[in-house]
């Protein structure tokens, strides 16, 4: 969150216009609508997947184009490329959220991008013991003001953090590998499940945007949303049933973790705000890790059994 925050102090000033991808990590929104919201930043948050509504968002005063792809939790996929088109023509700045990809599957600068961000909580460090965050820009400007603004607000990692990030990157590309493996014969797995109304991964051709998905990143990635049929209630019977993965947030890390993004990672938003986002109250977001396949699938089937 420092490496939104730094960025948005960095790039956005009173009066300027932000379009951002409505499907956000929550507080990624919730942050600009509590706080910059108060120093007069205005902001339009829109269904990005349809290239038309960020033309249609574009004002005199728009600064920033904010994307996430995939999103979290939805797993919507934008065409970095034709947005950053859209967005330069008019002079606006494209940040990405890389987090949900790490630079092993996008490298969303080729595609166009000016500023890309990382949590590096996630697959970056990959173990789920330090909290982090990266800001990567095209243009050496624009990374002095943004790397003046971090220091300035106190976004800095400590040294013994910086250090525990270096040792664990050194496993990204086989933790990432490991993780897509499984993470497809997981979505396979759930996709002809009797009991799941419906799933998101990048990886299945049901995904709308697999296409897109295939051309843009190098892999399809470890996360997964899904719903059960029987809407809410089952859901949370089938959360609390899992045993191997844990209910937790957080994601991209060595231990498959599952989560409820509607009373967890964005509750910040309100009801509407999540029902136009597509977050829907059966949603559940899985994070695939690098435990043996077959005993995570057997954990999912037991908890199906439960509901
Ligand atoms: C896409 C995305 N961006 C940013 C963040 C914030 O990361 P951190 O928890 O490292 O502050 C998260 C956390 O889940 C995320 O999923």
């Not at 009173?14 to 120093?39: F, L």
């Not at 697999?210 to 996360?223: I, N």
């Amino acid at each position: 969150m420092a490496a939104v925050t730094t960025v948005y102090t960095a790039i956005l000033a009173k009066g300027d216009h932000m379009i951002s991808t409505d499907a956000v990590y929550g507080p990624s929104r919730g942050v600009m609508q509590a706080v910059y919201a108060k120093y007069g930043v205005e902001f339009s948050y829109v269904d990005t997947t349809n290239l038309e509504n960020i033309t249609k968002a574009i004002r005199p005063n728009t600064k920033m184009l904010y994307l996430e792809s995939p999103s979290n939790p939805t797993m919507d996929i934008v065409d970095i490329k034709a947005a950053c088109e859209i967005a330069h023509k008019h002079g606006i700045l494209v940040v990405i959220d890389n987090t949900f990809c790490s630079p092993y599957l996008q490298k969303p600068l080729d595609l166009g991008a000016d500023i890309v961000l990382h949590s590096l909580t996630k697959f970056i460090n990959g173990h789920a013991d330090i909290v982090g965050g990266a800001i990567i820009a095209k243009q050496k400007d624009i990374y002095d003001n943004l790397r003046k603004t971090m220091v300035m607000m106190g976004g800095n990692m400590d040294p013994h953090q910086a250090y525990m990030v270096i040792r664990g990157v050194k496993t990204m590309s086989l933790r990432m590998d490991r993780s897509q493996e499984s993470a497809i014969k997981i979505a396979q797995f759930l996709e002809n499940h009797p009991k799941v109304a419906w799933i998101r991964y990048p990886g299945l051709k049901s995904h709308p945007q697999h296409e897109l998905a295939k051309v843009q990143m190098s892999g399809f990635g470890t996360m997964i949303c899904f719903g059960l049929k029987g809407g809410y209630e089952s859901s949370v019977k089938f959360m609390n049933s899992v045993k191997l993965a844990m209910l937790a947030v957080s994601l991209g890390g060595v231990e498959s973790l599952i989560q409820h993004p509607a009373s967890m990672t964005h509750a910040g938003m309100s009801k509407e705000q999540r029902a136009e986002a597509g977050i829907s109250d059966e949603l559940i977001r899985y994070s695939v890790g690098i435990e043996d396949v077959e005993d995570l699938i057997q954990d999912l089937s037991n908890a199906f059994d439960k509901v």
